[in-house]
């Protein structure tokens, strides 16, 4: 199992960092960000409060790793890699779980660089800060591991990422004016992190609808899994 | 003789079209088996369903020891050419293969001399969307073998292919046979089967019309023997073995063939359509 995971990270960062495409919405957020520290600067506006974080990092998350998961996830079906892989030996823990892991090592990139682009007065050294968005990301990295195992084609994996992003992306930003979204983000799986950035602590009703969020969605995933084992692939 | 492959009564069904009906053999260790059959005869459908990849309706099935239902535990002992045997484009050839390699704890040295035997190592850079046809089969060629399985399964491995790189896939696979390695080979190309085949079973309509060796078969159905008889002004003149002996002048006659029917030939008297159909 060691070798297996090993050589489905090794071939994760390759994906990730071969593919022109892919390479550029990892690095997009941050052009984001910078762009968005711009035009704040132009209003003379500081970025350093958290506000403009709690927009930009799930924002990022869900363009950096929601959309090259669900990318990558289509490709490999519609491409017929992931039978490939399949036929190798390979199991869908191990499958789903190396996306996860290279995932995850590009959120942390995310969350630690886009603080300090902005000069924010948060950092990843603030535990509450690291402990909210990390959780963040797993759930991301979830709905798109989901979304990508239903997007049978890149076609239908670009249209299932579009409302990941707009959720992920916008849901925070509305909460800020409209108070039923405000309720939305409070009970979805971003609670946790809008809560640090509403007020730069944690608390445990948030934490566990988080962690609520994540076993619901680690069942979606295990679910969908059993239907293609009985449907698509008998592995 | 040991069997890899047993297929008892295998049967499926898509929605009510019957594609396999009630295959019956068995794939001995060691040999180059054949199953050959036109397109849509239910040669791939088979070998999704040996590997696990579809289920089936009915029949029992032994590969390996185990069921299909339970491929993964042999997965690291079969190698897989198919229309299923996906790659990353926008990977090379070389990083391609060496995310199997991983996968299976091989080194570089059998991944390079793979590679050479196959003529890919001076373009082992090449990014697979930009490789030839005959690149990429040669390529998912050397994935399905990189880990010395006991059995490999090829589906018209050479289909498109030009005959030189034809030639060397021939080659590698009766290196494969040579050192252990049992073949199953489904292909539409009669002189490919004859070639390198222990074993054949003629498939039509997803069912098994005939099965022996290519001898054994050509034999059988060569109860009309004939002669070619090849004058020395050019022309051709097929005749009865028998009515040999009547020809009057030999010194007209260049050269004389026995005329032993084609797999293609004995497939057509079996069904009335061609092979490569």
Not at chain 1, 115 to 138: Q, T
Not at chain 2, 151 to 164: I, M, Q, R, V
Request: charged share 15%; aromatic share 12%.
């Amino acid at each position: 199992m060691i070798k297996r995971m090993s050589a489905l990270i090794w071939l994760r960062f390759k994906l990730f960092t071969v593919n022109k495409a892919i390479l550029f919405e990892i690095i997009s957020p941050f052009i984001f960000t910078y762009f968005y520290k711009y035009l704040y600067s132009l209003q003379n506006i500081s970025t350093q409060n958290s506000e403009l974080l709690g927009f930009l990092i799930p924002f990022s998350l869900s363009i950096g790793i929601g959309i090259p998961i669900i990318a990558i996830l289509s490709e490999e079906r519609e491409k017929n890699s992931f039978s490939a892989l399949m036929l190798s030996g390979v199991r869908y823990f191990e499958y789903l779980v190396s996306l996860i892991i290279v995932s995850l090592f590009f959120s942390l990139f995310i969350i630690t660089i886009i603080p300090l682009i902005l000069n924010s007065k948060v950092s990843i050294l603030n535990f509450n800060y690291f402990f909210s968005s990390i959780f963040m990301a797993i759930s991301v990295c979830l709905i798109s591991l989901i979304a990508g195992l239903l997007a049978k084609t890149q076609v239908m994996g670009q249209v299932i990422s579009l409302p990941v992003v707009f959720i992920t992306s916008f849901l925070p930003m509305l909460a800020t004016i409209n108070n039923t979204c405000k309720v939305i983000v409070n009970y979805s799986f971003m609670s946790l992190f809008y809560k640090y950035i509403q007020s730069l602590s944690n608390d445990l009703k948030s934490l566990a609808i988080v962690l609520l969020w994540i076993v619901l969605l680690i069942t979606i995933n295990y679910l969908i899994v059993q239907i293609y084992r009985k449907e698509f692939l008998k592995l | 003789m040991k069997e890899t492959i047993k297929v008892n009564n295998l049967t499926k069904k898509f929605n009510n079209n019957l594609a396999l009906n009630n295959l019956t053999f068995v794939v001995h260790t060691g040999e180059i088996f054949g199953f050959l059959g036109p397109s849509g005869a239910g040669k791939t459908t088979t070998i999704k369903i040996l590997t696990g990849q579809l289920s089936h309706d009915g029949g029992d099935i032994t590969i390996l020891g185990q069921t299909p239902n339970t491929f993964q535990k042999i997965a690291n002992q079969v190698g897989v050419v198919s229309d299923t045997s996906g790659f990353y484009e926008k990977l090379s050839i070389y990083d391609n293969l060496f995310a199997y390699c991983k996968l299976f704890s091989v080194t570089r040295t059998r991944l390079n001399t793979l590679l050479k035997q196959v003529n890919l190592y001076n373009q082992r850079k090449t990014i697979v969307e930009k490789a030839s046809t005959g690149m990429k089969q040669r390529f998912l060629l050397v994935r399905a073998i990189i880990h010395q399985p006991k059995l490999l399964f090829l589906d018209e491995p050479t289909s498109g292919l030009d005959p030189t790189t034809t030639k060397k896939i021939h080659e590698l696979l009766t290196n494969l046979k040579k050192s252990g390695t049992t073949i199953f080979l489904t292909t539409h190309n009669m002189y490919e089967a004859t070639l390198l085949c222990d074993h054949l079973v003629l498939l039509n309509n997803g069912k098994v019309v005939e099965q022996g060796t290519p001898k054994n078969l050509i034999t059988k159905y060569n109860s009309e023997k004939k002669v070619t008889l090849t004058y020395k002004n050019g022309t051709n003149e097929i005749i009865p073995f028998i009515k040999l002996k009547t020809v009057d002048d030999f010194s007209k006659i260049e050269t004389i063939h026995s005329c032993e029917p084609s797999l293609n030939d004995i497939f057509v008297t079996l069904t009335g359509g061609e092979l490569n159909d």
